[in-house]
């Protein structure tokens, strides 16, 4: 366990690795304590880059709030929920109502608690590899492997916590638009055991770009068609992929269906406070008349969060930010095939918009064990970095993801391009040597 005097650590990027020492920002660019600056290339909190000055002045505003609790009625959290609802999720005539939560792992936690109590089930499904969280029943979906909350070493494998909930996964839709990989679920081949334990299963959860596993509008439909007619909810985690990530305000608008729930988390407050929120459904409101939904927590819906929400919504609506990763969309699929097409040590590359996978050649991540000392991809991280661009792994040995703020341009990309394509040229020296 690594710790920085009295304060333990943990990271995105697995093995013993010291992470870089960031000691400001600004824009796209982190500032380094030895004085570098490099390209922040993958933080899906940042949409609108560092210390934007809107979103600094909404949060000074609001650090003179009174000390409020959830129960409290505050004026601007009904604000804040209009504004979401009426700029992100505008024209979507379905959605009835929001909660704001502290983050994205508590409000998938909440939405699932939600479902079982509607159904009256337990069991949940989600899909391979996904990732949702690190609490409650966000945790028990969280079915990657590396992130179950548990110890992990190389001697002794993973120490995982216990499982509390059963949890079906429905196969993913790994095709991939720069590598070529066919998509395992086009053939329809896992409908029948999806349609049995989505009979079973108070909710499907499912989010669209962790594990490198970017949905298509079919995989959604065909999904959300089966919960329904068995009678399970449909919650969409666009956690990542919302306010504009992949371009449009959220990935379930690009397929014909609606979903009962949608989490959000991480980007909503660009940064400014901690924030996650459950959006639910008119039809699903209606189910709760006469309820109440028994929980509560002392800081959800703090003003701070509120505001920078508040003036996160603005701010991408104002200058089309949440419209960005649509344009840039081919720039980085033609930028990432060139470099994958000069390194063998890339396996698989495919991505959305402003979120993009490198699968490296490596040990299969179904294999994952523990922490090695350092990893494949936090070697190629390191050796990018030299070349001014920070990249993170997503934990796992070989995978590398690539999702700047929305705010980058077309230099700045190709600066990103650049660093990762001097990375891989050690995870190619690599390659070759144990392909020899
Ligand atoms: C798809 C998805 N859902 C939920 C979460 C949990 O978000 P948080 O870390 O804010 O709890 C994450 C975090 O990476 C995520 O990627």
Redesign the pocket.
Known sequence: MTHSGHLLSTSLTSGDSSSPRIVGGHGVWFELADGREVIDASN??APLGHCHPEVIEAVRGAASAPVLNEGWTWAEREQAADDLIGTAFAGEDWVGAVRFF???????DAALALCQALTGRAPLTTRER??????GL?REL?VQPQWHGGLSSQAKGVLAAPRLATVHELPAPRGARVTGQPDPTADGGWIDQARADLAQSAAVLI????GGTYHTPAYQDQVAGLARESGALWIA?????GFGRVGGWFQFQYGQSRPDLV?L??CMSAGGA?A?AVVMSRELLDRLDGTSWQSYSTYRSHPVAMAAIRAHLRISARDGIYQRAAALDGYLLDGLSKVAARHPSVARVDGRGLHWTVELHGPDWRDWRGQESLPLASRVVGRAMEAGALIATSGEQTSLFIAPPLIVTEAEIDAILIALDHGLDLADEEYAAHAG
């Open positions: 899906t909190a502290i983050s994205a792992s508590e409000a998938n996904a990732y949702h969280g690190g609490a966000a969280t989010d669209y770009s962790q985690d666009e956690t990542v992929t989490t988390g991480k901690a996650g």
